[in-house]
């Protein structure tokens, strides 16, 4: 199985919800990645667990908070997020660094409102 | 400063027709050198790396790339198109053994024409 699922496919929310989007993968990796991709633009890292501690945090704003329940679960927290924050977020794992390639769910669209 | 570029932001090729989608870095030690394609509306698909060896490397779909190092670049290439290839392709490189993260290429994309 080499899938990468995420859930939901698509989230509007207002300004002042709270949401969560959910990853998952089965293949053993022990490195997840949450990524933010606007529109014909390269994805921009967020935040890296590896072995399931926050290993980096690209400076993200406290209204996302990641959280890796175990080395198959991947979350992403939202909470009053604003218009631009609106996007494509996209989850990825792989073995480790370095010279592992990633693999990408499908992605959730986000809207805020 | 380390960088990825992709000097094409689009590429137009005939079906049946041979492709080449360009990517040239500028890092300092050895590079770990990838390419992506993304469809749109999913997350990226890995193709294909250069890590060492061979400079030409053999990848998913029939596509290739070569890894030329005194030309810095790393272009992807395809012998014969299919419509069914347009998309948006990334080239991205690490250049640390311990590091998690890319430097992801502006992406170009290919449009087959049929």
């Not at chain 1, 959910?22 to 997840?32: I, L, T, V, W």
């Not at chain 1, 990645?33 to 400076?59: D, G, T």
């Not at chain 2, 990517?23 to 698909?45: D, E, I, K």
């Amino acid at each position: 199985d080499t899938e990468v699922t995420q859930t939901p496919k698509h989230l509007v929310m207002g300004m002042t919800n709270k949401k969560s989007l959910k990853c998952e993968q089965h293949m053993g990796h022990r490195a997840m990645y949450w990524y933010k991709q606007k529109a014909k633009k390269p994805p921009e890292l967020m935040f890296v667990y590896s072995y399931e501690k926050l290993s980096i945090n690209e400076s993200v704003p406290s209204r996302f908070s990641p959280e890796c329940p175990n080395s198959s679960l991947l979350n992403l927290h939202l909470h009053a997020l604003q218009p631009e924050d609106s996007a494509l977020y996209l989850c990825a794992s792989s073995q480790g660094a370095g010279t592992y390639e990633q693999y990408f769910g499908p992605g959730t669209r986000l809207t805020v409102t | 400063a380390q960088s990825v570029a992709q000097p094409e932001d689009q590429v137009n090729v005939a079906e049946g027709n041979p492709l080449t989608v360009k990517c040239t870095y500028s890092v300092s030690g050895n590079p770990y050198l990838f390419w992506y394609v993304q469809y749109p509306n999913r997350g990226l698909q890995f193709l294909l790396k250069y890590i060492t060896g061979d400079n030409l490397v053999k990848g998913s779909y029939g596509f290739e790339a070569e890894f030329n190092k005194s030309q810095t670049s790393f272009h992807l290439k395809k012998p014969s198109a299919l419509v069914s290839d347009s998309a948006l392709y990334f080239c991205a490189v690490r250049t640390l053994s311990g590091t998690y993260k890319y430097i992801f290429g502006t992406g170009t994309r290919l449009k087959v024409l049929a």
